[in-house]
């Protein structure tokens, strides 16, 4: 790996680091610790035992979306819950392969996007607030979802959308790790 690939990863996973640190106690907290630590437990175990599964970004990427539930114990959120978690195992039992591992954490991803898509219009339409936090997030996960899903179709320009949404991602975490969502400079008034 060449040296700006492993300063670029480096300062990838301190601004992540971050970001927690800085949310704690926000709403989103758990959100952002989770999907750090499946970013971290996927980068351990593949250099420590030459993995290539996906298993624990689609662990945590469930986990995510648990973490963003008002009621954790609405029926359609365990339906999908455990949804997601059979086809997970089922996907790592049968060794399908990293495209259908793409895709059920784009479908987490994409199930994200939804939800902070809601609070995004909800906020918009009933207080008539533009939530600059919210509109981060949704793009976020626009990005999350994409990226993967340009690598499963194997479009010819999927890598380099890939680093560049990762990228964008890393600027993005850099606005979480300066801003809470209970900032109130996140809210721009359209009235």
């Known amino acids: 790996m060449n040296a700006y690939l492993v300063i670029y990863f480096i300062i990838g996973y301190a601004i992540w680091i971050i970001v927690p640190i800085r949310q704690f106690g926000q709403k989103y907290f758990l959100f ?9 437990l996927t980068l351990i175990t593949r250099e420590a035992f030459h993995s290539r599964s996906n298993i624990f970004y689609l662990i945590f990427g469930i986990l995510c979306f648990i ?15 455990m949804l997601l978690s059979a086809a997970s ?84 975490g850099i606005f979480f790790c300066i801003y809470k969502q209970d900032d109130k400079k996140m809210q721009v008034s359209m009235k």
């Open 32 to 40: 952002f610790l989770t999907l750090l630590t499946g970013d971290i």
């Open 67 to 81: 973490s963003v539930q008002e009621k954790r114990n609405s029926r359609i959120i365990k339906i999908i819950v």
């Open 89 to 172: 195992i089922i996907i790592e039992y049968k060794s399908l392969g990293y495209k259908y591992e793409f895709i059920l954490i784009s479908i987490c991803n994409l199930l994200l996007f939804f939800k902070f898509l809601k609070h995004f219009i909800i906020n918009f339409s009933v207080e008539r607030k533009f939530n600059i936090f919210f509109a981060c997030l949704v793009f976020y996960e626009i990005l999350a979802v994409t990226k993967l899903l340009n690598i499963v179709s194997s479009l010819v320009n999927a890598a380099v959308y890939f680093d560049t949404a990762t990228f964008v991602q890393m600027v993005i």
